[in-house]
């Protein structure tokens, strides 16, 4: 085996595994993990972490390998895309397992930056004499998870602010909602609200136009729906405390303009109907300096396009 390529291969297999428990892992990270025989390059187990409570993605890993492989762990490589636990949580510590299992090597694609984790689990590795390889894909692998890095490492949900404009930067028509969105990016941002835990609108946004907030054209959960305004301020400190771990923001000119004017954000997505004008109506905010763009999507006339906060 090509340890380059094929560390880099396996551990975007293990980022593959790892989205499939975006809907039920929360609040735990999405991990996935690989079991790979190096002398033939063959996966011997495969698992990701379903759901909170249950095993994690090494447990279901080594859970999947036949009795017939078994005698194989001694020389395997364990690919994981984020650092074994080495702790006792509602589950035993996957450090000790992979070490009891007798894995050759462990490629792990970033550290876990959860306080009772922290590299312990790469240092217990260590220790039992197993090599291990950090930082394989590792802005993938963080990138995956920044819900759960940012609320651990901020004490505040991962905030996206999110609006749509008309081709000529206008989000409403004279004041009166307009139907910005086309059918199927409607349901891309429905899609969305079923992968974030809350949603946020002002509360002129709220009067004006009821928004329901709801997944509706999407299967999943409904984020919690708040509204704020200047008798009730955004409290971040009760949103860690009841585990937000992401919002979205999707208020007027007026709310949206406070968070970008406190520099408290960490996504934007912005929609624009490129076949759509308005002579007149509440401007769309302008892009801060720190707004950089990571990816965009064109279906039709609708373009999205999503900026990170690189300050």
Not at 156 to 162: C, D, G, S, V
Not at 167 to 177: L, R, T
Not at 209 to 216: A, D, G, K, M, S
Request: aromatic fraction near 6%.
């Amino acid at each position: 085996m090509n340890n380059v390529r094929d560390d880099e291969r396996f551990m975007r297999r293990c980022l593959q595994l790892a989205r499939c428990g975006r809907q039920n892992a929360k609040p735990n990270p999405m991990v996935g993990a690989v079991i790979v025989d190096p002398s033939t390059g063959r996966i011997l187990g495969e698992g990701y972490h379903v759901r909170c409570g249950e095993g994690h993605a090494e447990v279901n890993a080594f859970a999947s390998v036949s009795v017939a492989d078994e005698a194989l762990l001694g020389g395997a490589t364990m690919y994981v895309s984020l650092e074994p636990c080495s702790h006792y949580g509602k589950t035993p510590p996957c450090a000790d397992l992979i070490v009891r299992k007798g894995v050759r090597r462990v490629v792990v694609g970033c550290v876990d930056e959860f306080a009772e984790v922290q590299g312990r689990g790469i240092r217990r590795l260590r220790d039992a004499g197993i090599e291990v390889t950090v930082g394989v894909l590792e802005s993938e692998c963080q990138a995956l998870n920044r819900r759960f890095f940012t609320y651990h490492r901020l004490h505040r949900p991962y905030i996206i602010l999110k609006w749509a404009q008309t081709a000529n930067g206008f989000i409403d028509d004279h004041g009166s909602p307009l139907q910005i969105s086309s059918v199927f990016t409607q349901m891309l941002s429905h899609k969305m609200r079923a992968e974030e835990d809350a949603i946020l609108v002002g509360r002129v946004t709220d009067e004006r136009e009821h928004p329901q907030l709801t997944v509706r054209h999407w299967q999943g959960p409904s984020p919690r729906r708040l509204v704020i305004d200047h008798l009730h301020p955004l409290n971040m400190e009760s949103l860690y405390a009841h585990g937000v771990q992401s919002l979205i923001v999707e208020g007027g000119a007026r709310t949206l303009l406070s968070f970008l004017d406190d520099g408290l954000w960490d996504e934007l997505r912005v929609e624009t109907n490129l076949s759509l004008t308005v002579s007149e109506g509440t401007r769309a905010p302008l892009l801060p300096a720190t707004a950089v763009i990571c990816r965009r999507e064109q279906y039709g006339d609708n373009l999205i396009m999503w900026f990170a906060n690189k300050p």
